[in-house]
């Protein structure tokens, strides 16, 4: 079974600080993708980051990055210098071999002033 | 380049009125997929669909819920006899046929159901 672990129901950061988005998998597929999407107040999902499962190297889109340790099955987000307009909820997400999706329950991130 | 196109954006039914969501995906896309998300709750499949070709219908409950994507026009999600649970938002999501690094999502349909 697929599925995707998101511990963090809410989150805050200080304007400008850097904040870390958990994330882990469970597959047994050897190829599969690894995503990002960013859900503000307004409903729309946005892309922000991918990363393949056969990916050495971290993902990096702008402000945001992806740990990804695929030994211990994580895909964290961590987003650089945040900004007011990082406000929104967080979904961490799976495609399998067969190109199906599975999200977390996401993480509401608040950045204060 | 116009991305993946959803109407209504809202849409209000009465128990045991149809319900019908459309999604346009990307210019040259032809995968499309439908995803359902509850409040508080992060998006769960539904339903993977090539043009005339129903590929991956695992999240879609058995009955009431059909959807199609033919070979024109766009990609329709059927709720027949709808019920309050049915309330939620749901997206769209397409990708091109070679390209299956990521899925844009529409902007959503939140139906609301009285």
């Known amino acids: 079974a697929q599925k995707i672990t998101q511990t963090q129901p809410g989150m805050f950061v200080q304007e400008k600080e850097a904040v870390t988005l958990d994330c882990t998998y469970d597959t047994s597929d050897q190829s599969y993708g690894l995503f990002w999407y960013k859900q503000p107040s307004s409903g729309e999902m946005i892309f922000l980051i991918y990363q393949g499962s056969y990916d050495e190297q971290n993902a990096t889109e702008g402000r945001y990055s992806l740990n990804f340790q695929k030994a211990r099955k994580s895909a964290n987000l961590v987003i650089s210098a945040s900004q007011l307009g990082d406000s929104a909820m967080y979904f961490c997400a799976m495609r399998d071999t067969g190109n199906q999706f599975y999200f977390g329950t996401g993480t509401s991130l608040t950045v204060i002033p | ?114």
């Open chain 2, 1 to 114: 380049n116009a991305g993946v196109m959803q109407n209504p954006r809202h849409l209000v039914r009465r128990r045991g009125q149809e319900a019908r969501l459309r999604c346009s995906p990307m210019k040259g896309h032809s995968h499309v997929y439908w995803y359902r998300q509850l409040p508080e709750e992060g998006l769960k499949f539904m339903v993977y669909l090539q043009k005339e070709n129903i590929i991956d219908e695992s999240g879609m409950p058995k009955e009431r819920f059909s959807a199609e994507f033919p070979k024109e026009g766009p990609s329709i999600l059927r709720i027949q006899q709808v019920v309050r649970g049915d309330s939620a938002a749901y997206f769209c999501a397409s990708s091109p046929q070679a390209d299956t690094d990521t899925q844009y999502f529409g902007p959503g349909t939140r139906l609301t159901v009285l």
